[in-house]
């Protein structure tokens, strides 16, 4: 007779893989009904021998209580976001900066993939079961899902095979089905409940129940599409063999992946998706194209928030004719004022469009935009939705040309144009109160102080009250001050002056990019960062000495020097060193010797006192390539504790293993 802990393997094994061919291969092994009477006899057994359940069953997909909030996940490698692209000529430029960048002239190969309009979220395996998943979040730390993503049926709880890292990372996008939405709105519209708008909001609503019940019911798909953190175990040297090992591990990788040989290859498989686009069963909004060696895509690297390695080619954007109710302008943290049309309310890209950006004055008179005009509003994706132009037979009899402010609309300041820019500013500065909010809000955001809890409202509040003028102002808000403002307690006001005094606690490039200079994105901020390594060496560089930063031409040198000569700016950084607000002191870059320049070297195990991510660091900033696996090139691979097959590797290959005493006298 079969002892029921032998028999509670067996079904659970037949399951996984009953669910690895229906979900993942999409070739059914038995019918539904064979299905469902193991999985109720499996179900019966774990309630007669409760000791012998496990977490990884497929019975334990669903949690038994709703949650009071999301964790927080830290994501060990940063989601980065792509760089985007929506003409053929744009693609050809980038294959062309990634072969300037890696000096070739022969093509370049690439790993091409549908582009999901879902969420983006990353699952860590541990000896092949699923540990955690998180969403994207702001690429650092993302919401803690895991109860919710191991409802979805396509997403294994253990990893087939045994050829797996023992811990594996991996990326996936989670969407749902026109079907599925379509039904499950169907369903909802039967109950009287809400319906979503379109399968992407549908879906991440759906991850982010805070009842995994509820996210069970809802019909949840995942692709994966690439791989994070690695230990102790090698991966393939490409992006695409990558992706065939996770297939392998049962992970669902989409079968529209293919392989192109250059610039020519992408393109044409842009033509082949899209003309597939209406016919598939979920919705995309373009395709990804990846550089597909992994040596490729290290040598070329990262900007601040995307790899220089790969694309979204987005699909040409959706667009709908509504009508111009008015024209207004809008007062940006440097002043500009920037031109947004108010519409008649259209359903445009999944979403219901108000406002419509027209960029700037050039564009607007460019286009002739008028009150009462009927226009052309386009959306893609994410992107702001924009009046792409007038249909001019059915413009009005009366209508009249828009004519440029000359005072501001906030503070009432003279409005001035710029010397050939597109661009006209309120010189008011800090005393207008719109500027004084779009400062603040920058300075607070995510990527920069991030000040959790300090939203648009409170802002407004907090600048129309005369509280705060500038940033340096947050520092001295009291508990008692903030209580007594509109929808804000004394549970919210202390969380508030917690997280501001937190903030203070930052890095050099926040800093900088918190600061609001016109032109400094996060790229710039960090380059800066790295070149001057302080303030103060930062405020005392020439225009020359700015402008000889990686990057960073006469405009933005220009912009960085002028926002330094103001002395509000200069009181506002003084006012907020004053308030403790510091970092950690910076290693500068130089040209001189690199002491790791043309070296390969990879890590495995746990380091005495660096994190990977540190070790990785501190191996590019001495000029070194950090590799994931040991090959015949590798020329040092750095040990820690836990070692694994990667030491084994490294002594058949004669390659030398150092300790990482070791390695800080090599960098040294």
């Known amino acids: 007779m079969v002892k029921p802990s032998e028999r509670l393997t067996q079904l659970r094994g037949l399951l996984a893989r009953y669910d690895h061919r229906y979900y993942v291969l999409n070739d059914p092994e038995v019918p539904d009904a064979e299905y469902d009477r193991l999985f109720g006899e499996l179900k019966t057994l774990e309630e007669a021998h409760p000791a012998l359940v496990s977490p990884d069953s497929p019975t334990q997909r669903v949690s038994g209580a709703p949650l009071k909030e999301f964790g927080e996940i830290e994501h060990q490698l940063p989601m980065l976001s792509l760089d985007n692209a929506f003409s053929a000529d744009e693609v050809?430029?980038?294959?062309?900066?990634?072969?300037?960048?890696?000096?070739?002239?022969?093509?370049?190969?690439?790993?091409?993939?549908?582009?999901?309009?879902?969420?983006?979220?990353?699952?860590?395996?541990?000896?092949?079961?699923?540990?955690?998943?998180?969403?994207?979040?702001?690429?650092?730390?993302?919401?803690?899902?895991?109860?919710?993503?191991?409802?979805?049926?396509?997403?294994?709880?253990?990893?087939?095979?045994?050829?797996?890292?023992?811990?594996?990372?991996?990326?996936?996008?989670?969407?749902?089905?026109?079907?599925?939405?379509?039904?499950?709105?169907?369903?909802?519209?039967?109950?009287?409940?809400?319906?979503?708008?379109?399968?992407?909001n549908a879906a991440a609503g759906s991850l982010r129940q805070l009842d995994s019940r509820v996210t069970a019911l809802r019909p949840l798909q995942i692709y994966f599409y690439g791989v994070g953190?690695?230990?102790?175990?090698?991966?393939?040297?490409?992006?695409?063999?990558?992706?065939?090992?996770?297939?392998?591990?049962?992970?669902?990788?989409?079968?529209?992946t293919q392989v192109a040989t250059d610039v020519a290859g992408i393109l044409a498989y842009y033509e082949v998706i899209h003309t597939q686009r209406a016919t598939l069963p979920y919705d995309i909004d373009g395709v990804v194209y990846k550089v597909d060696a992994l040596a490729e895509q290290r040598a070329l690297g990262f900007v601040a928030r995307a790899p220089r390695w790969a694309l979204a080619h987005k699909f040409p954007a959706e667009e709908e004719m509504t009508t111009v109710r008015d024209i207004e302008?809008?007062?940006?943290?440097?002043?500009?004022?920037?031109?947004?049309?108010?519409?008649?309310?259209?359903?445009?890209g999944g979403v219901t469009v108000s406002n419509a950006t027209l960029h700037n004055i050039d564009e607007l008179?460019?286009?002739?935009?008028?009150?009462?005009?009927?226009?052309?509003?386009?959306?893609?994706?994410?992107?702001?939705?924009?009046?792409?132009?007038?249909?001019?037979?059915?413009?009005?009899?009366?209508?009249?040309?828009?004519?440029?402010?000359?005072?501001?609309?906030?503070?009432?300041?003279?409005?001035?144009?710029?010397t050939d820019e597109a661009v006209i500013r309120c010189t008011g500065g800090t005393s207008c109160p719109a500027q004084r909010k779009e400062a603040i809000r920058h300075y607070a955001a995510r990527r920069a102080m991030d000040i959790e809890g300090l939203g648009d409202k409170l802002i407004e509040q907090l600048v129309d009250a005369g509280l705060v003028a500038t940033p340096a102002d947050l520092y001295?808000?009291?508990?008692?001050?903030?209580?007594?403002?509109?929808?804000?307690?004394?549970?919210?006001?202390?969380?508030?002056?917690?997280?501001?005094?937190?903030?203070?606690?930052?890095?050099?490039?926040?800093?900088?990019?918190?600061?609001?200079?016109?032109?400094?994105?996060?790229?710039?901020?960090?380059?800066?960062?790295?070149?001057?390594?302080s303030m103060v060496a930062l405020q005392a560089a020439t225009l020359d000495e700015i402008m000889a930063v990686q990057d960073v031409g006469p405009i933005v040198a220009t912009a960085v020097r002028t926002f330094l000569d103001e002395k509000t700016n200069q009181q506002v950084i003084a006012d907020l060193r004053a308030h403790g607000v510091h970092w950690p002191d910076v290693?500068?870059?130089?040209?001189?010797?690199?002491?790791?320049?043309?070296?390969?070297?990879?890590?495995?195990?746990?380091?005495?006192?660096?994190?990977?991510?540190?070790?990785?660091?501190?191996?590019?900033?001495?000029?070194?390539?950090?590799?994931?696996?040991?090959?015949?090139?590798?020329?040092?691979?750095?040990?820690?504790?836990?070692?694994?097959?990667?030491?084994?590797?490294?002594?058949?290959?004669?390659?030398?293993?150092?300790?990482?005493?070791?390695?800080?006298?090599?960098v040294l």
């Open 587 to 666: 290693v500068k870059k130089t040209s001189g010797f690199q002491p790791l320049a043309g070296k390969t070297l990879v890590i495995t195990g746990t380091l005495p006192t660096l994190s990977r991510m540190e070790a990785e660091e501190m191996i590019r900033a001495a000029g070194g390539k950090v590799s994931g696996s040991v090959t015949k090139k590798t020329s040092y691979l750095l040990a820690g504790s836990d070692g694994g097959s990667k030491l084994q590797k490294a002594g058949e290959l004669s390659v030398k293993i150092i300790s990482e005493s070791e390695f800080r006298l090599l």
């Open 329 to 348: 302008w809008q007062v940006g943290r440097t002043g500009a004022l920037t031109p947004v049309a108010r519409l008649t309310p259209v359903f445009v």
């Open 476 to 533: 001295g808000l009291k508990v008692q001050t903030l209580e007594s403002l509109e929808r804000m307690g004394k549970k919210s006001a202390l969380n508030l002056v917690a997280a501001i005094e937190e903030s203070k606690k930052t890095t050099f490039a926040k800093f900088l990019f918190a600061l609001g200079m016109p032109n400094v994105g996060e790229a710039t901020a960090l380059a800066l960062a790295e070149h001057f390594a």
């Open 229 to 256: 953190l690695i230990e102790d175990g090698n991966l393939p040297d490409s992006h695409s063999q990558i992706l065939g090992c996770l297939r392998t591990w049962g992970l669902r990788v989409s079968p529209l």
């Open 92 to 200: 050809r430029a980038f294959d062309r900066r990634v072969r300037e960048r890696l000096g070739r002239e022969t093509p370049i190969t690439y790993s091409c993939e549908p582009k999901l309009d879902g969420l983006a979220v990353s699952l860590r395996y541990e000896h092949g079961k699923l540990v955690h998943g998180a969403t994207r979040g702001d690429g650092a730390r993302g919401e803690d899902v895991t109860l919710n993503l191991r409802t979805i049926a396509s997403v294994p709880l253990n990893l087939l095979g045994e050829a797996y890292p023992r811990v594996l990372e991996v990326r996936g996008e989670v969407f749902m089905s026109r079907d599925g939405f379509a039904r499950m709105n169907r369903e909802a519209l039967a109950r009287n409940e809400k319906i979503f708008v379109n399968p992407r």
């Open 365 to 418: 008179l460019r286009k002739d935009v008028r009150v009462g005009d009927s226009v052309f509003i386009r959306r893609a994706g994410d992107v702001i939705p924009e009046v792409v132009r007038v249909i001019a037979e059915r413009r009005p009899i009366d209508t009249k040309p828009v004519t440029l402010p000359v005072h501001c609309p906030v503070c009432g300041s003279t409005v001035a144009r710029v």
